[in-house]
């Protein structure tokens, strides 16, 4: 079965700043999707930016990117000049061909004035 | 405008009692879910449908039932076999189920049960 890790329970950043989110996964295939979702705090999921396995190019979305590690099973998020809006649950999801979305347990970023 | 709607956003019964969970898109998708969050638990799927009249039992299913007789809907049953029901719970629809995994889930803005 599919898992997706995030280790970090809990994030800081300050204004301005840069935050990067970790997620790893354990897959023994080749070709998949990998997700970050936000949920504010209204608890509306949305979509933040999407990356497909075999795309070298790591996705980018405004001040979100992601830094692919395939071979390490490594896709985490990278919040530039974070805002107050950004406050929110992140959580790293994946899916294959053949199955739903499997999502991690979240990573809650807390952004200070 | 398109979307997901769940309703109602907060819902309280008593123990025993089953209660149902709705769950309407207009976005003509063909996939519909059901997940539970719960505090540091993340999203864990219930049951899913791919196609109307056709549901797949999720990583949590026991306690929980479902019915798919038309696209737009997929109502989910919080049984009294459910242990511990008081959760938070989302719906989301995709385009396409299994064999379109670029698709993204789109989410309605869940229900709080609680039971007493």
């Known amino acids: 079965a599919q898992t997706v890790t995030q280790s970090q329970p809990e994030m800081s950043v300050q204004e301005a700043e840069t935050v990067t989110l970790s997620c790893t996964y354990d897959t023994s295939e080749s070709d998949y999707y990998l997700f970050w979702y936000k949920q504010p705090p209204s608890r509306q999921m949305i979509l933040v930016i999407r990356q497909e396995a075999y795309k070298q190019q790591n996705a980018t979305e405004n001040r979100f990117s992601v830094n692919f590690q395939k071979a390490a099973k490594s896709f985490s998020l990278k919040i530039s000049d974070s805002q107050l809006g950004d406050a929110a649950m992140y959580f790293c999801?994946?899916?294959?061909?053949?199955?739903?979305?499997?999502f991690g347990k979240g990573t809650m970023l807390l952004v200070s004035p | 405008d398109g979307g997901i709607t769940q309703s109602p956003k907060y819902l309280f019964r008593k123990e025993g009692q089953n209660v149902t969970l709705s769950c309407e898109q207009n976005?003509?998708?063909?996939?519909m879910y059901w997940y539970r969050q719960d505090p540091g638990q993340g999203l864990r799927l219930i049951y899913y449908s791919q196609i109307v009249n056709d549901f797949q039992k999720g990583d949590i299913a026991e306690g929980y039932s479902v019915s798919r007789e038309k696209k737009e809907s997929f109502p989910l049953t919080v049984t009294s076999a459910q242990k511990n029901p008081t959760a938070f719970y989302l719906c989301?629809?995709?385009?396409?189920?299994?064999?379109?995994?670029?698709?993204?889930?789109?989410f309605g803005q869940g229900t709080r049960l609680t039971v007493v």
């Open positions: 989301a629809s995709s385009p396409q189920g299994q064999g379109y995994m670029n698709t993204e889930a789109f």
């Open positions: 999801a994946y899916r294959t061909l053949y199955s739903t979305l499997t």
């Open positions: 976005l003509n998708h063909d996939a």
